[in-house]
């Protein structure tokens, strides 16, 4: 068996300092010279997953291959990196206890007193390490929160006590900071970080490595400094600086401070490689578009950054592969009237309409659908977006005067979208949608299969309702194209809009497997329409 390397990401001073995009880009050094890694986030959170989850409190929801719903740092890792992460991937504190109290009432601790550590820190051991497979060289553990939050506590024990479990040169300790600058005096202070690594190293962790976000360099003075109050070595003092032009670019920043050097140095690490010219493409690419192009993503959580996250991802990684420089316009479909439509929509090139859940906003995305098709706006509906240009459909082409999903009236005279069976006595919210991936088949000579280039197709969906098969004939009677369905024809998986530049909704959720390096082949056939439409 491979001796595996642990590198556990920890934060300091503050949230939002980008600890997954951090994590991400050492998961994407250490794959670029050569190295087999895993990626683990912690959430120390009650909850057994982010699935039950407002987004005001959490952001996106990603999902997995196999249906986890998880914390949206996963969607960063697989864009960032090759690994494809599964409900091993994701831990929470709800998981830990859950399956720690299920063995106590089973009587598995044989007569004692179940405590934090070790049972608690065992069982997070335990499940840290259940990411590793026979190929993994390196785990990286992303430990969600902030140092010194009393939620995470078990879990830098835990991180903590990997020292004695695998020994010292195979663990790593790196440390997300933020030196902030205070403006009535003009400087960079690092007092935050100095106490941000205290009170790790009360924990009894000494960090190795400092990655310190700051507002302009950090000049030798200031790395001795820091270095001298927080034991870490000069060299291991490294400057975060804010980047200019995307994320995608924080990887290469780290490497021209030669962080990865120091990593393999630390863990004892030989390289195998040294290959990072596709990052340097990319970012040649971002910096050099040919065009640019505007997309309208009408949703209820705009004022969100992170909301529909691996949705402006995708457009992000569409656009480049389009040679465009990409503007988003977001707007709030609860505000959207037939009075502000036309100018809310002015000079855009595609509509974008996202998943979404309760009946907030709906006539907002029902007008916008009705708009894009009647003129010849790109239209990209996902998964409730989809259902939306069912809905609309059903009540301008069909007739259906009050058509709608059942989800926003139950009692509606057209449910054109509907609950499965299956799904109806359900009253348990957590984990029991139609979560993960599932086959599909694409039917030839439909915008679907320009984008794929082949019949089956395989996409994560995360949804309770579907396309109610009983009026199928009359959509497709009256031109709605049905171009997928589930491999035994049973669900309908996409619909598109006949002699329009493109207007195509899909059930599943196509953006959870969209990379820098392999956009997904329908965002990328939107923003190639979303080109054409200028
Ligand atoms: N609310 C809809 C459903 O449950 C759509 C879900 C979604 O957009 N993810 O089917």
Same mark, same amino acid.
């Given at each position: ?34 190295? /087999? ?14 699935? +039950? ?37 994701? =831990? ?10 299920? *063995? ?38 992303? =430990? ?30 790196? #440390? ?6 205070? /403006? ?28 310190? *976000? ?5 000049? +030798? ?41 120091? =990593? ?17 493409? $990319?970012?040649?690419?971002?910096? %050099? ?32 592969? %389009? ?31 996202? @998943? @979404? ?37 059903? *009540? ?39 979560? @993960? ?22 996409? *994560? ?6 396309? %109610?098969? $009983? ?7 009256? @031109? ?19 002699? #329009? ?13 969209? /990379? ?19």
């Amino acid at each position: 068996m491979k001796v595996v390397k642990y590198i556990f990401v920890t934060g300091g001073v503050c949230s939002s300092l980008g600890k997954g995009i951090a994590s991400s880009s050492i998961g994407a050094l250490l794959e670029s010279r050569g190295f /087999k890694i895993s990626m683990t986030k912690i959430d120390p959170y009650i909850n057994v997953d982010a699935g +039950t989850m407002s987004p005001y409190q959490h952001g996106e929801v990603f999902v997995t291959d196999d249906g986890a719903e998880t914390d949206l740092d996963l969607g960063n890792y697989e864009r960032f990196t090759n690994t494809l992460l599964t409900k091993n991937n994701s =831990i929470t504190t709800g998981q830990v206890y859950n399956e720690v109290i299920k *063995r106590e009432r089973k009587g598995d601790y044989l007569g004692r007193c179940v405590q934090v550590i070790p049972h608690i820190t065992d069982e997070i051991k335990r499940r840290i390490k259940q990411s590793i497979d026979k190929d993994t060289d390196v785990l990286i553990i992303e =430990i969600g929160g902030t140092v010194g939050d009393i939620e995470s506590v078990p879990f830098l024990e835990a991180a903590r006590q990997f020292i004695h479990d695998a020994g010292k040169d195979n663990v790593l300790y790196v #440390h997300l900071t933020l030196i902030p600058k205070i /403006k009535a005096a003009g400087e960079f202070k690092t007092k935050p970080t100095q106490h941000s690594v205290q009170k790790l190293r009360e924990i009894g962790i000494q960090p190795d490595i400092l990655l310190c *976000r700051i507002d302009g360099e950090m000049n +030798t003075s200031m790395k001795k400094k820091v270095s001298l109050f927080t034991n870490v070595e000069e060299e291991a003092v490294v400057d975060a600086v804010n980047i200019k032009h995307s994320i995608y670019e924080v990887p290469l920043l780290y490497e021209e401070r030669k962080l990865t050097d120091v =990593i393999l140095k630390k863990l004892r690490l030989t390289q195998t490689k040294v290959d990072i010219s596709i990052w340097e493409d $990319l970012i040649h690419n971002i910096k %050099n578009p040919q065009h640019e192009i505007r997309i309208a993503v009408v949703g209820k959580y705009i004022d969100l950054q992170d909301a529909y996250k691996s949705i402006y991802e995708a457009l992000h990684h569409a656009s480049i592969a %389009n040679n465009a420089k990409l503007h988003i316009k977001r707007i709030l479909s609860d505000d959207m009237t037939e009075e502000n439509i036309k100018a809310n929509l002015e000079g855009v090139d595609g509509v974008l309409i996202p @998943g @979404g859940f309760g009946d907030r906003g709906i006539q907002g995305k029902i007008l916008t659908a009705k708009y894009a098709r009647e003129n010849k706006i790109p239209y990209f509906g996902i998964c409730l977006g989809m259902q939306i240009m069912v809905i609309e459909y059903a *009540r301008n082409i069909l007739g259906f005067k009050g058509a709608n999903s059942t989800e926003f009236e139950t009692k509606t005279a057209y449910p054109v979208i509907s609950l499965l069976e299956e799904q109806e006595g359900v009253d348990k919210k957590g984990g029991t949608m139609r979560l @993960g991936a599932n086959d599909s088949i694409v039917l030839k000579d439909t915008r679907m299969f320009d984008a794929y280039q082949k019949e089956k197709i395989s996409e *994560r969906h995360r949804h309770r309702y579907e396309f %109610n098969n $009983l009026y199928k004939e009359n959509f497709i009677d009256k @031109g709605l194209v049905i171009s997928a369905t589930t491999d035994d024809g049973s669900l309908v998986e996409s619909v598109e809009w006949n002699n #329009h530049p493109f207007g195509v909704g899909v059930q599943f959720h196509p953006e959870f497997k969209s /990379k820098p390096f392999s956009p997904h082949p329908l965002f990328k056939e939107f923003i190639k329409a979303a080109v054409k439409n200028q």
